[in-house]
């Protein structure tokens, strides 16, 4: 486990696991009662297969969350606003190999 955010509510958490040890981070959810956690498993559905980098942030509320997805180098280079509706938006990309987000 490398990030542990909690949600704006507190009912939430939001942390990315690698579990293959070569810095390869999965997007996890996790909640503190039965209602999140039913939302939490929605949400790891949603994601299961999201590569990100190691730090993810909350938006304004439970319902989006801001990653950096990794080129096949591990290098961020896409911003992405993650929406439990399904609702994603490429926010910004970094083409040029010498920079990282």
């Given at each position: ?56 942030r ?25 929406h439990e509706?399904?609702?994603?938006c ?12």
């Amino acid at each position: 486990v490398s990030c542990c955010v909690p949600s704006p509510s507190g009912q939430l958490l939001a942390y990315t696991v690698d579990a293959t040890g070569d810095e390869s981070y999965v997007l996890q959810f996790t909640g503190v009662n039965e209602k999140s956690k039913e939302k939490s498993q929605r949400l790891n559905q949603a994601f299961q297969e999201t590569q990100v980098d190691a730090e993810v942030r909350w938006g304004q509320d439970d319902s989006e969350i801001f990653v950096l997805q990794t080129d096949a180098t591990s290098r961020p280079f896409e911003l992405w606003r993650l929406h439990e509706s399904g609702d994603h938006c490429l926010l910004y990309r970094e083409d040029d190999l010498r920079f990282r987000l």
